[in-house]
């Protein structure tokens, strides 16, 4: 089960890469404003904080993990 769960974190860190460098920032795009924040600056926080929890969650299911303490 680990197994497929790390696969499914793997595929979506990818479709993540894929929507930030190709759909989410355009060239250019400062429209619309958050908080005071161009579109650019919120929208990379708001990935970078998706990345942090998606890397949490694969961390904790990490199928190759040694269980052997010493």
Known sequence: MKNKIWQIAVALVFVIFILVFFVLF?????DPYF???PYVLWMGILTTALLVILTFWASQNFPFKDDDRS
């Open 26 to 30: 355009p060239e250019g795009k400062v």
């Open 35 to 37: 908080s005071q924040m």
